[in-house]
């Protein structure tokens, strides 16, 4: 059975026996709509007013309660799905998967199989280590580069000066 949305853009196949002749809920995957879908072909009649009981206003003798039997559930089994979630079709048309690609699977060679990517955090303690281990060397230096170079006096006492600068900010988010 195919049945449209209520907002035109999708069609959805069913199985014939999912929806029962008094209608189910349904919710389109689609835009969300929900709306309550009766079997294709079939239209149900409306009860005529001549069936319907007309209300008496007498009043009823009360009656007792009797104590009614618990209705015992019968155990449901499921059922089971009419495509398979890792068919090739299945797969190609909800995940865009397709199984048939020409590209061949990458393989790896044993050589390969044991090594391990250096990662971003080894990445980035090595730069740490770098950058205090490259300003303690310019920090030690600072007079042998001032004597040689003696332009570079105010590059290197700014450098320090803005070093100082980002210790004291961590310092003061750290006791705070």
Same mark, same amino acid.
């Given at each position: 059975?195919?049945?449209? !949305?209520? !907002? ?19 919710? !389109?995957?689609? !835009? ?8 294709? *072909? ?62 061949? %699977? ?7 199989? *044991?090594?391990?990517?250096? *990662?971003?955090?080894?990445?980035? %303690? ?16 600072? *007079? ?24 004291? %900010? ?7």
């Amino acid at each position: 059975m195919i049945i449209t !949305c209520n !907002c035109g853009e999708k069609k959805f196949t069913l199985p014939d026996n999912s929806i029962p002749a008094s209608g189910r809920l349904v919710q !389109c995957g689609f !835009c969300g709509l929900k709306w309550k879908q009766f079997p294709v *072909g079939e239209v149900t009649k409306p009860q005529s007013i001549s069936k319907l009981q007309k209300i008496v206003s007498k009043p009823q003798p009360t009656q007792q309660k009797v104590q009614k039997q618990k209705k015992i559930k019968k155990p449901t089994t499921k059922k089971s799905r009419e495509i398979s979630l890792y068919s090739p079709e299945y797969l190609a048309k909800k995940h865009g998967i397709k199984l048939d690609d020409p590209q061949p %699977i990458k393989k790896i060679n044993k050589k390969e199989e *044991g090594k391990v990517s250096f *990662g971003f955090y080894n990445s980035l %303690i090595i730069l740490i280590v770098f950058v205090i281990a490259l300003s303690r060397i310019l920090y030690f230096s600072q *007079g042998f580069i001032i004597a040689n170079i003696p332009a570079s006096e105010y590059y290197l006492n700014y450098f320090f000066e803005s070093i100082r600068n980002i210790f004291e %900010i961590w310092k003061d988010l750290i006791t705070y």
